[in-house]
Structures are given as structure tokens and as C-alpha cells.
């Protein structure tokens, strides 16, 4: 009996570990597609919406686990960074796309607390949680560019303002699939 019970939890912490990673792996990706912006340090990736997936589908404690790998792997030199912006390892953490990664362990963190586990979250619950993600990694990015810049209007202009829009088209997009996804996969975890 005890066999089976540490079978089962060994399977279940395997499932787990092999989801945090799947998960980081699933950002460095997302991080690749990256299309550089005129007048703003900030590329358009898809590593935000990909962090919001993680969270929602993890959970609060592996979705964070998940993002904080990824900045592990990030600043250990491994090219899991977005490529368009040139620094490189634990320098990018300083660098003007920074605050956004710092903000990635949180904004995943808050998408998997806010959709409830155990049932099919509705519409109004994961649009609040996607939008309340969104909201931090953008508050993340405005903090480090309001440092770099000293200036929070230019900060804005550089690192909110242009992404406002593909947010959206993010968050509409999200919704149906987190609704349709999560139950599924956390039931699993």
C-alpha cells in the first residue's frame, strides 16, 4: 500500500516538475517571436500572453515556479530571451525589457490565483484574471523605464501606450482558451 501511495506521488511531482518546465520552455519560445518597435527599447513579443497562459493553466505556486526557471535560465546566458534586445544573461534583468521579466513569477502567480481550481472558470473571472496579469507585467516594465528614463510620462510612451492594443487582442484571445483549458490541466496537476 505505501508503495502504490509513493508510487503515485513520485508520478505526481513528476507531472509537476516536467509542467514548470514545459512552462518556462513555452516563454523562451514565445520570447522568440519579437518585432522591434520604432522609438521605444520595448519589442512586441508574445512571451506576456504566453506568462498568462502559464499561470492560468499551473496554478499560483507552478506558474510562478515556472517564470522564475525562466529567469534562471535567462540570466544564466542560456537564449531564452527575447533576441532583438542586445544584452544578455542577468544584465537584461537591468536593461529596459527588465521590469517586465521581473514581473513574470507575479503576473503568473495572480492569473493562477484569481481562476478558481476544481470547475470551469467563467468569462467575467478569467478576463479579470488575464487583464489583472497584464496589468502587473505593464507595471512591472513602467517602473524599470520610469528608472531608466527618470521619467514616467516617457516611461508610457515607451513601454504601455504601444502595447495597449495587442493587449487586448491578447486577452480576448486568452479568455476562451483558459476557460476551455484550465480545468483540464490542473485537474491533472
Same mark, same amino acid.
Given at each position: 500500500?505505501t ?6 506521488? @513520485?508520478?505526481a511531482?513528476? +507531472? @509537476? ?7 518556462a520552455?513555452l ?12 522609438g521605444?527599447?520595448?519589442p ?11 499561470g492560468? $493553466?499551473?496554478?499560483?505556486r ?10 534562471? +535560465?535567462g ?10 534586445v542586445? !544584452? ?12 517586465y521579466? !521581473?514581473?513574470?513569477p ?7 490565483? !484569481?481562476l478558481?481550481?476544481?470547475? @470551469? ?13 497584464l496589468v ?8 524599470? $523605464?520610469?528608472? !531608466? ?22 486577452l ?6 483558459? +476557460?476551455?483549458?484550465?480545468p483540464?490541466?490542473?485537474a491533472?496537476?
Open positions: 500500500m508503495d502504490l501511495a509513493l508510487g503515485v506521488r @513520485r508520478a511531482l513528476g +507531472m @509537476r516538475v516536467l509542467a514548470v518546465v514545459l512552462g520552455a516563454v523562451a519560445l514565445a520570447a522568440q517571436v519579437s518585432i522591434p518597435l520604432p521605444t527599447p520595448v512586441m513579443t508574445l512571451q506576456p500572453m504566453a506568462v498568462l497562459l502559464v492560468g $493553466l499551473l496554478g499560483p507552478f506558474g510562478a515556479l515556472s517564470m522564475i526557471l525562466y529567469l534562471a +535560465m540570466a544564466a546566458g542560456l537564449p531564452v530571451f527575447t533576441p532583438t542586445p !544584452l544578455v544573461g542577468i544584465a537584461r534583468l537591468f536593461g529596459p525589457t527588465g521590469g521579466l !521581473l514581473a513574470y507575479v503576473a503568473a502567480y495572480a492569473v493562477g490565483a !484569481l478558481t481550481p476544481g470547475h @470551469r472558470p467563467g468569462v467575467s473571472r478569467t478576463a479579470l484574471a488575464v487583464l489583472a496579469g502587473l507585467i505593464h507595471l512591472g516594465g513602467l517602473a524599470q $523605464l520610469a528608472i !531608466l528614463t527618470g521619467n514616467l510620462s516617457a516611461a508610457a510612451r515607451f513601454g504601455t501606450w504601444p502595447f495597449l492594443l495587442g493587449d487586448l487582442l491578447k480576448a484571445l486568452l479568455v476562451p482558451v483558459l +476557460m476551455q483549458l484550465t483540464t490541466i490542473r491533472r496537476l
